[in-house]
């Protein structure tokens, strides 16, 4: 059984109406800054306060809508901001958008394969846009395997680029969910588990049974780890009832630094980067520099409130009980069923070895047991740009407060990226992002034990106070107040904890050298390396857990270090030279990919003392060391060759 978490998130600047109660803030700032931009860089970037609860006031009004193209066909997903700003939204599936933006403000509608347009608002309320389709597509140039470009006619394969205002109009805190239903042939999964939770990516569908069907996930051209720490993708967890999401590899990546991102679909898209590439190359380059000159400063910060949200159509007409007979005797246990009597006034029930009741319907549990909760973040950048180079220096924190009491995520980033052109003929570049990633209590999913999902079940009458009340029996065991002992107390399964730590430092350095307008030589070398510490237990007391010899009481606790390092040094010979009525296009080059993974992982059962959670205070040890090593050395070579920009013939091999 899963277990839905139900979210509802909006942000004011992205059509959320004021009069709704949820309150999301967005503001950005953007200006030159040629003196003293460090000092105010440095103290902006300490800024990690919550804003007041209070709504910000504005002169915006509502702009609603419709998008379709010539034919009057509605366009979802189409990207809908104010220009200068932010601020923004997407249209929904009739194609309508509903934001607020300033009255003299100017709309930029923009969607792939269709023309951008700039509509200045004027006071109106009303506008609606058809899009034209773009006659460019076809020369635009798009980023390839390898990082090498490539004019879009001249592929036999599908690609799709994707702007970076459409991964932060609607903001999340794993960007990949930003872009679902956005891109043909994307598909884009989130599980119900909270913020960073995995995002399930499949590039036209599924390409195996049982293997990994996810797209290799490559970074300013060095391949990262994106390995899945679901409960269904992470194999390694240890424990009885151990399925929470410990997210996966993109959640260290900071939307806001983003430059460009290029999905490659399919095995002939990504043949360069051999079999791992099997499902596509989802390719994401992110700043190196400021656009034009001069010095910039820029402080954008996000605010996103999320309220629990429950359509079930639940009936209130007969309460707990079974066989038409409410609980009338001390200890029922029936807690999970609404088979008694029909409510009438001045009734009572018994519950919890004597607890009298009134027998009433119980509205609203949903609302009662989980929290609001906000996604806060802010990020500065700090750049340069000049004829020679640049560089761009950005940080971030994002910080979560799921819905789940008890839940929390947090992130930190910085990223550092430069280009500088030496002699005209070499060029240096190079990427470092640096993340710190601590998740606190993600909920659990895929089961029905341990996790509050028998709140969806409970029965009509069973006050939700009462059980936070009886959590625990005298004993400090968790009190039975079901038939089903696999339906856990929901505030029982907050005792349940699970800490993950992780520090993640990827980039890589590349030097170019342009022998002619039509042959360079390139050598690039990258790095993903990342720790990550998780510790998580099964309670003392549990029900379910099996019991503890005498002496001890029961529960588990793991403790699990993983240090990850992979590294990719590649060289690359590409020539494109044209003769007459024919270009050729060719690209030679080699790398080598080097692979290491440590484990140390730890499971103790039963304790001495009720509470502890150590190594130390568990009476049974057992643990595990894993280490696997990888190298793969590769050639490839991609050669194309073209008549009169219209006739192409291409070949790859590895």
Same mark, same amino acid.
């Given at each position: 059984?899963?277990?839905?978490?139900?979210?509802k998130?909006?942000?004011?600047?992205?059509?959320?109406?004021?009069?709704?109660?949820?309150?999301?803030?967005?503001?950005?700032?953007?200006?030159?800054?040629?003196?003293?931009?460090?000092?105010?860089?440095?103290?902006?970037?300490?800024?990690?306060?919550?804003?007041?609860?209070?709504?910000? #006031? @504005? /002169?915006?009004? !509502?702009?609603?809508?419709?998008?379709t193209?010539?034919?009057?066909?509605?366009? =979802?997903?189409?990207? +809908?901001?104010?220009?200068?700003?932010?601020?923004?939204?997407?249209?929904?599936?009739?194609?309508?958008?509903s934001?607020n933006?300033?009255?003299?403000?100017?709309?930029?509608?923009?969607?792939?394969?269709?023309?951008?347009?700039?509509?200045?608002?004027?006071?109106?309320?009303?506008?609606?846009?058809?899009?034209?389709?773009?006659s460019?597509?076809?020369?635009?140039?798009?980023?390839?395997?390898?990082?090498?470009?490539?004019?879009?006619?001249?592929?036999?394969?599908?690609?799709?680029?994707?702007?970076?205002?459409?991964?932060?109009?609607?903001?999340?805190?794993?960007?990949m969910?930003?872009?679902?239903g956005?891109?043909?042939?994307?598909?884009?999964t989130?599980?119900?588990?909270?913020? #960073? @939770? /995995?995002?399930? !990516?499949?590039?036209?569908?599924?390409?195996?049974?049982?293997?990994?069907?996810? =797209?290799?996930?490559? +970074?300013?051209?060095?391949?990262?780890?994106?390995?899945?720490?679901?409960a269904?993708?992470?194999?390694?967890?240890?424990?009885?009832?151990?399925?929470?999401?410990?997210?996966?590899?993109?959640?260290?990546?900071?939307?806001?630094?983003?430059?460009?991102?290029?999905?490659?679909?399919?095995?002939?898209?990504?043949?360069?980067?051999?079999s791992?590439?099997?499902?596509?190359?989802?390719?994401?380059?992110t700043?190196?520099?400021?656009?034009?000159?001069?010095?910039?400063?820029?402080?954008?910060?996000?605010?996103?409130?999320?309220?629990?949200?429950?359509?079930?159509?639940?009936?209130?007409?007969?309460?707990?009980?079974e066989?038409?007979?409410?609980?009338?005797?001390?200890n029922?246990?029936?807690?999970?069923?609404?088979?008694?009597?029909?409510?009438?006034?001045?009734?009572?029930?018994v519950?919890?070895?004597?607890?009298?009741?009134?027998?009433?319907?119980?509205?609203?549990?949903?609302?009662?047991?989980?929290?609001?909760?906000?996604?806060?973040?802010?990020?500065?950048?700090?750049?340069?740009?000049?004829?020679?180079?640049?560089f761009?220096?950005?940080?971030?924190?994002?910080?979560?407060?799921?819905?789940?009491?008890?839940?929390?995520?947090?992130?930190?980033?910085?990223?550092?990226?430069?280009?500088?052109?030496?002699a005209?003929?070499?060029?240096?570049?190079g990427?470092?992002?640096?993340?710190?990633?601590?998740?606190?209590?993600?909920?659990?999913?895929?089961?029905?034990?341990?996790?509050?999902?028998?709140?969806?079940?409970?029965?009509?009458?069973?006050?939700?106070?009462?059980?936070?009340?009886?959590?625990?029996?005298?004993?400090?065991?968790?009190?039975?107040?079901?038939?089903?002992?696999?339906?856990?107390?929901?505030?029982?399964?907050?005792?349940?904890?699970?800490?993950?730590?992780?520090d993640?430092?990827?980039?890589?350095?590349?030097?170019?050298?342009?022998?002619?307008?039509?042959?360079?030589?390139?050598?690039?070398?990258g790095?993903?390396?990342?720790?990550?510490?998780?510790?998580?237990?099964?309670?003392?007391?549990?029900?379910?857990?099996?019991a503890?010899?005498?002496?001890?009481?029961?529960?588990?606790?793991?403790?699990?270090?993983?240090?990850?390092?992979?590294?990719?040094?590649?060289v690359?010979?590409?020539?494109?030279?044209?003769?007459?009525?024919?270009?050729?296009d060719?690209?030679?080059?080699?790398?080598?990919m080097?692979r290491?993974?440590?484990?140390?992982?730890?499971?103790?059962?039963?304790?001495?003392?009720?509470?502890?959670?150590?190594?130390?205070?568990?009476?049974?040890?057992s643990?595990?060391?894993?280490?696997?090593?990888?190298?793969?050395?590769?050639?490839?070579?991609?050669?194309?060759?073209?008549?009169?920009?219209?006739?192409?013939?291409?070949?790859?091999?590895?």
């Open positions: 059984m899963h277990v839905f978490y139900p979210v998130a909006c942000q004011l600047s992205a059509g959320t109406h004021p009069a709704q109660p949820a309150l999301c803030v967005k503001w950005s700032l953007r200006f030159n800054a040629p003196v003293h931009a460090l000092i105010i860089f440095t103290l902006i970037s300490l800024l990690s306060i919550n804003p007041s609860s209070q709504a910000i #006031a @504005g /002169t915006n009004d !509502i702009i609603n809508g419709q998008i193209n010539v034919n009057g066909d509605p366009l =979802p997903g189409v990207s +809908v901001s104010v220009k200068g700003t932010t601020q923004g939204t997407t249209s929904g599936t009739n194609g309508r958008y934001m933006a300033p009255t003299n403000g100017v709309l930029v509608f923009s969607y792939i394969g269709y023309v951008t347009q700039e509509v200045s608002i004027g006071g109106r309320n009303t506008i609606n846009i058809k899009l034209l389709a773009s460019r597509a076809l020369d635009e140039v798009v980023v390839t395997a390898l990082g090498i470009k490539r004019e879009a006619k001249s592929l036999g394969y599908a690609t799709a680029t994707v702007a970076p205002e459409q991964l932060t109009v609607n903001r999340t805190t794993n960007f969910n930003a872009l679902q956005k891109v043909a042939g994307v598909n884009i989130s599980l119900g588990s909270g913020p #960073a @939770g /995995t995002s399930k !990516i499949r590039l036209r569908g599924q390409s195996s049974f049982g293997s990994n069907n996810s =797209p290799l996930i490559v +970074v300013n051209g060095v391949p990262i780890d994106n390995t899945n720490f679901s269904e993708g992470d194999q390694s967890n240890r424990g009885t009832h151990h399925t929470s999401d410990g997210g996966d590899g993109l959640s260290s990546i900071n939307p806001d630094d983003i430059e460009s991102m290029t999905v490659l679909k399919g095995a002939p898209a990504a043949a360069l980067y051999g791992r590439a099997k499902d596509g190359v989802i390719m994401i380059i700043r190196q520099r400021k656009a034009g000159s001069g010095i910039g400063l820029e402080y954008n910060t996000n605010y996103t409130t999320e309220n629990p949200l429950d359509y079930t159509d639940y009936q209130y007409e007969y309460g707990q009980g066989n038409g007979v409410r609980p009338t005797t001390p029922p246990l029936s807690g999970q069923w609404s088979f008694g009597e029909k409510f009438q006034p001045g009734m009572t029930q519950l919890f070895d004597g607890v009298t009741v009134p027998y009433e319907p119980q509205r609203n549990p949903i609302t009662k047991y989980y929290r609001k909760g906000y996604t806060f973040s802010n990020a500065v950048t700090l750049s340069s740009g000049g004829e020679f180079g640049g761009n220096l950005s940080v971030s924190n994002t910080d979560n407060n799921a819905i789940l009491p008890g839940s929390h995520y947090s992130r930190k980033t910085v990223n550092l990226g430069f280009t500088q052109t030496l005209k003929k070499l060029t240096i570049s990427n470092m992002i640096y993340s710190k990633d601590d998740r606190k209590n993600p909920p659990n999913i895929a089961e029905q034990d341990y996790s509050p999902v028998s709140i969806y079940n409970m029965a009509t009458s069973m006050p939700l106070e009462l059980l936070k009340t009886y959590m625990y029996n005298a004993n400090g065991d968790e009190y039975p107040w079901s038939r089903f002992t696999d339906r856990t107390n929901p505030y029982f399964a907050l005792t349940r904890f699970n800490n993950i730590h992780r993640r430092v990827m980039g890589n350095l590349t030097a170019k050298y342009n022998f002619t307008h039509w042959l360079f030589l390139q050598g690039r070398f790095q993903d390396y990342y720790t990550r510490a998780e510790d998580y237990n099964l309670p003392t007391g549990a029900q379910r857990s099996p503890a010899p005498p002496g001890f009481v029961n529960g588990e606790y793991v403790q699990d270090l993983l240090r990850f390092r992979e590294t990719n040094a590649d690359l010979l590409g020539a494109n030279r044209t003769f007459g009525k024919f270009k050729v060719v690209n030679l080059g080699g790398n080598q080097h290491q993974s440590e484990r140390n992982s730890t499971l103790v059962n039963d304790f001495y003392s009720r509470g502890l959670y150590t190594l130390g205070n568990g009476r049974q040890l643990p595990i060391y894993d280490f696997v090593e990888q190298q793969v050395n590769s050639i490839y070579a991609t050669a194309g060759i073209s008549y009169k920009d219209f006739l192409y013939l291409n070949g790859t091999a590895r």
